[in-house]
């Protein structure tokens, strides 16, 4: 592996792969520049390329401007030409509207009749008008009475049709084609709308007051349907472009698009599509301006020009919009013969530099054997009869000098791979004596009158939690669980000073906090590296079930009643080894039967998940209704199960668990009449990972 590791570095470093290169790369590297083919290459494809680019630019970009010109030009001159076209329709309409109104002022005495034939038959000679309609101020007529409105439309079945808008529309004089007309004095083209009730179509009406000696009598409309304006503008070709009528309020009047013809305003599309060039051009139109922008189409995104001129005499504005593809498409056409020309032109002097190339620097061919051999593992391939100074034999003696160092490397890395393994090796065997000095065994539980059982699982090869119990006599069992600053080995070897202390100062005579404190003291006074451990050391009655203990800075342990709520054993004095003369107090609680005393170390608090987030005492409080009924080894591998899935398998701190469960059933326990020594209860535990402990 070493090997193979070495020759896929050296691979990388000569063809430039890896991110770091060494010296050697970099004088390969500048004496693959200065070889005759790069020369070659350099001296006439650059130039030639850097002419050609050029020419291209300022060709595509001289030819861009003038296309945009006469775009430009020829889309204003189109629009300007187009609008005066619909603007002498829009005027005809209007002045025909205008012309009646003055007729129907100068002859006050016309009857109904006479009024209903001047509108038929001024309505059969302008086929281009759709309807016409003198709606009269109500009581203004003589012989008074209600309002009086007749209206004539075109109807593709009955030629023309009549209807009274007084009689059909009562408020008739509210109507958005009759009011303003009533209140300004003066005509007016009304915004496009569907005309529902009368001729029931869309449509655009021209309104024009009426006076009669100064008063003003009624109005008089000529309608104009957006159907006619969207076929004018259908007519007008402009490439794939196309034609628009917009109202002075910026509404469709005519639009390719059917559905946005007298339903949609230029800006409510640009709002709706996000297009604040359309909205800039829909405000310059409304305005009454001419003008040339560049917008983005609302369906497909391609860039557009749209070139618009006033009608004047409606208020409304034509616009003209052609894509941009349509304007560049001779100059990209043009681009392209000359792109051929370039393409062909240097795969002439390629073709040149190739040739000349193979007659100059075939002895190339040597050295690449060389490195081939090389990737293949080969570490005594070398270039053989080197000769000269030029370019070539200095690469070649500079390979054959890498290849030389090559193999020292990878033999240097052979010796550090043997020495990383012999440490791991001398460390799995401290992880074993480690192992060996934690308890292993206990008498079955019909013949103690409890069940134990304890995981230990180390962040690093060796750890620096541990657990303990022992018989401190034939009826009370010594229980510790205890937790040292740091990992590795500095923590383990610590742990081991530590365990051996506690089991000495643990006598019959001795209170847990008594043992604490002798423990405290020994530590204290030859704690040079300043460690520490957090500790919690209880004796159990295995008869009464009584547990008096003492907590030395330690995670709470949790007693588990059952189904019920459980009670935490809070510390009662501060760190081990930290302060010489620290005291510590003794509190007594019962365990009693079928309840559980579960101890941990922080490494199953202060687990990290994938985001930082602790485990912490609130997920292990959850578990604790969980592991409350089953057996201690079950609850132990429950929570170390759920910190490994928290964790994701990666522990930073030791992680060590211990459960006692106190038996159901009553009478003294065999333990005692058995009279079991200390030295019986546990013995050398074998090597791994993690220990468990029944």
């Given at each position: ?101 003055r007729v129907v002022a100068s002859q006050p005495g016309l009857s109904a009749e006479g009024l209903k034939a001047l509108i038929r038959e001024n309505l059969r000679d302008n ?100 159907d006619d304006l969207v076929r004018h503008m259908a007519r007008l070709k402009i490439g794939s472009g196309y034609c628009t009528l917009i109202s002075r309020l910026g509404t ?247 365990r051996t202390k506690l089991r000495d100062f643990a006598k019959p005579d001795r209170t847990p906090a008594q043992t604490l404190g002798d423990l405290n003291r020994c530590l ?171």
């Amino acid at each position: 592996n070493s090997l193979r590791y070495g020759c896929l570095g050296l691979v990388r470093n000569v063809l430039r792969l890896g991110p770091r290169r060494s010296s050697t790369a970099v004088l390969l590297e500048k004496t693959v520049r200065l070889s005759l083919r790069t020369k070659l290459a350099l001296a006439i494809g650059i130039p030639l390329l850097a002419a050609y680019a050029g020419m291209l630019w300022c060709e595509y970009e001289l030819g861009r401007t003038e296309a945009l010109h006469n775009m430009e030009s020829h889309l204003t001159e189109l629009a300007a030409r187009w609008a005066a076209e619909a603007d002498g329709q829009l005027s005809t309409a209007a002045e025909l509207a205008r012309t009646l109104a003055r007729v129907v002022a100068s002859q006050p005495g016309l009857s109904a009749e006479g009024l209903k034939a001047l509108i038929r038959e001024n309505l059969r000679d302008n086929p281009w008008v759709f309807g016409m309609c003198m709606a009269f101020e109500p009581h203004v007529r003589a012989g008074g009475g209600d309002g009086f409105a007749p209206y004539y439309c075109r109807d593709p079945n009955a030629g023309l049709r009549y209807l009274d808008i007084a009689v059909r529309f009562p408020d008739y004089t509210e109507l958005a084609w009759y009011r303003p007309a009533k209140r300004d004095g003066r005509p007016f083209w009304t915004e496009p709308y569907f005309d529902a009730g009368a001729g029931d179509r869309f449509m655009c009406t021209y309104s024009v007051p009426m006076h009669r000696q100064g008063q003003f009598c009624g109005v008089l409309t000529v309608d104009i349907l957006s159907d006619d304006l969207v076929r004018h503008m259908a007519r007008l070709k402009i490439g794939s472009g196309y034609c628009t009528l917009i109202s002075r309020l910026g509404t469709f009047v005519s639009h390719p698009d059917e559905s946005l013809v007298m339903r949609e305003s230029i800006f409510g599309l640009a709002e709706r599509f996000g297009i604040a060039e359309l909205a800039d051009a829909g405000r310059e139109m409304v305005a009454g301006r001419a003008g040339v922008r560049k917008i983005r189409d609302y369906h497909t995104g391609q860039t557009k020009w749209i070139v618009f001129a006033p009608v004047e005499s409606a208020g409304w504005s034509l616009a003209a919009i052609i894509p941009e593809h349509e304007v560049l498409a001779p100059i990209r056409a043009r681009l392209l013969r000359s792109l051929g020309i370039l393409v062909a032109g240097l795969g002439v002097m390629i073709g040149i530099v190739v040739f000349v190339s193979i007659h100059v620097t075939r002895p190339v061919a040597r050295l690449t054997e060389a490195a081939e051999s090389l990737a293949h593992g080969n570490l005594d391939a070398r270039v053989p009869d080197v000769a000269g100074d030029d370019e070539i034999a200095r690469l070649a003696r500079r390979f054959n000098a890498m290849v030389t160092e090559l193999k020292e490397n990878i033999e240097g890395r052979i010796r550090e791979e043997s020495s990383r393994r012999e440490v791991e090796g001398e460390l799995r065997a401290a992880r074993e004596i480690q192992a060996s000095l934690l308890p292993r065994m206990l008498p079955p539980e019909h013949e103690r009158g409890f069940s134990l059982h304890a995981l230990n699982a180390p962040a690093r090869l060796v750890a620096g939690d541990f657990f303990d119990f022992f018989f401190v006599d034939e009826r009370r069992l010594a229980v510790v669980m205890a937790d040292v600053s740091g990992k590795g080995v500095p923590a383990a070897m610590y742990m081991a000073v530590a365990r051996t202390k506690l089991r000495d100062f643990a006598k019959p005579d001795r209170t847990p906090a008594q043992t604490l404190g002798d423990l405290n003291r020994c530590l204290a006074e030859e704690n040079d590296r300043g460690m520490f451990l957090s500790a919690f050391f209880g004796h159990y009655d295995v008869e009464t079930g009584e547990l008096v203990y003492a907590n030395a800075g330690h995670n709470p342990p949790y007693l588990v009643r059952g189904a019920g709520p459980w009670e935490t054993l809070e510390p009662t004095g501060p760190l081990v080894a930290v302060f010489p003369d620290a005291t510590f107090q003794d509190t007594c609680c019962r365990i009693e039967p079928d309840e559980l005393l579960f101890a941990f170390t922080d490494g199953v608090t202060e687990a990290n998940g994938a985001s930082g987030e602790l485990f912490g005492e609130e997920r292990l409080e959850r578990l604790l209704p969980e592991i409350a009924s089953v057996t201690p080894a079950s609850a132990c591998e429950a929570v170390v199960n759920a910190v490994a899935a928290f964790s994701q398998g990666d522990l930073k701190d030791d992680v060590t668990v211990l459960a006692l469960r106190r038996a159901c059933f009553r009478g003294a326990p065999q333990a005692k009449r058995r009279g079991v020594p200390a030295p019986a209860v546990h013995a050398p535990a074998s090597s791994g990972p993690e220990l468990a402990l029944n």
